[in-house]
């Protein structure tokens, strides 16, 4: 597709249920990145990856959240044992790369896919 | 540790007013700043970005922003409103290979 495509758009899940959302990413873009967003608020970071290599981790809440992308194109992000606080919009975002070290470019946001934990 | 502040949670403004969304920054080095656009239900738009040179720049829907070193901010605007920028708002600065957001404006437009 043309865009950043997300699945599932809404996922409902019982409190203690592992969940895995999927984002495929904008052909040919290097960067891929993950953000959480609370209603009213701005995307929170969570993970970033440059082709298959996981770059930076550090916006990941705790060791239940874990991400791959392992042939630098469809990323997923997991969840384990989910609890009512990762309830939340979860986004991804691809970018064509970085130059010298930033990435100065645009990021293509997908829709979303909105978790619901009960 | 960088952040992004925009003072204002909510603006209402008429259709046909100006329009000024407020966004200060905390950055060391030379920031790379945007502005993004989320319509409801829809993913984040860039709206517009500043590098370097002109301090003005120009984006998409009529919208242009400054950037003011000495005031660290990057503030939006726009002369006329339409209806149908009626959304919220995201400043955000790039700093190595990541982003950082703040916490949105979101903009009502009265008819």
């Known amino acids: 597709g043309a865009g950043v495509s997300q699945s599932p758009r809404y996922k409902v899940t019982k409190r203690g249920q592992d969940v895995a959302l999927r984002c495929d990413p904008i052909s040919g873009h290097v960067s891929l990145y993950w953000y959480r967003q609370a209603l009213g608020q701005g995307p929170e970071f969570l993970t970033y990856?440059?082709?298959?290599?996981?770059?930076?981790k550090s916006g990941l809440p705790n060791d239940r959240f874990s991400a791959e992308r392992p042939e630098g194109s469809i990323s997923t992000l997991t969840i384990q044992r989910t609890e009512q606080r990762d309830s939340a919009m979860y986004r991804c975002?691809?970018?064509?790369?970085?130059?010298?070290?930033?990435?100065?470019?645009?990021?293509?946001f997908g829709e979303g896919s909105r978790l619901t934990v009960l | 540790a960088q952040s992004v502040t925009q003072p204002d949670i909510h603006i209402t403004v008429s259709e046909g007013a100006s329009l000024e969304l407020r966004c200060n920054y905390s950055y060391g080095a030379t920031p790379y700043l945007f502005w993004y656009v989320q319509s409801p239900g829809q993913g984040l738009q860039l709206l517009l970005k500043?590098?370097?040179?002109?301090?003005l720049v120009q984006g998409i829907k009529g919208f242009e922003a400054e950037f003011k070193r000495s005031q660290s901010s990057f503030n939006l605007r726009k002369p006329s409103v339409h209806w149908s920028d009626a959304a919220e708002y995201f400043c955000a600065v790039s700093y190595g290979q990541n982003f950082v957001f703040g916490p949105g404006t979101r903009l009502s437009v009265l008819p």
């Open positions: 500043y590098f370097s040179g002109d301090t």
């Open positions: 990856f440059n082709y298959e290599a996981q770059q930076d």
């Open positions: 975002a691809s970018s064509p790369g970085t130059s010298g070290g930033v990435n100065t470019g645009e990021l293509f």
